[in-house]
């Protein structure tokens, strides 16, 4: 299938590389369709891209959690996550959206709402975790330079 995106061009995409959010996304639920794009050839890129199928110019930058808080452990409610199917550690993907603003030192990720996917099922949500202590704009500018000099 072939995907048209704002910064990849036209990109052929298998099938089994779109993963469905029933519900869509917080503040966007008329986008369904995703898949993850990389800026580059290796699948292990720090950050990568969750680019909408349907929506050329959406594409959100996003990061694995433990990249930027180590100990990043979400509460969610069981019931918001029955639609993925069956989640264990082989099949769970967590990503954090990313705000990356002109000023860099600016960055944040939103550890409250994070993206949800099983990956066997093809199938995602974004929830609101129940942890007050996580900050939609969570600032990872230094936690990011510090990782890349370790």
Partial sequence: MLVKTKYFGEVDLPE????????GLIGLNQYKRFTILYDSDKEEANISWFQSVDEPALAIPVIKPWLVKEDYNPVVEDELLSDLGDLTEENLVVLLTMTVPQELENMSVNLKAPLIINSDTRKGVQVAVE?????????????????REA
Avoid: A, M
Wanted: proline fraction near 0%.
């Fill in 16 to 23: 089994e590389k779109i993963v469905t959010f029933d519900r």
């Fill in 131 to 147: 942890n007050k202590d996580y900050e939609v704009k969570y600032k990872v500018y230094d936690v990011l330079n510090k990782k």
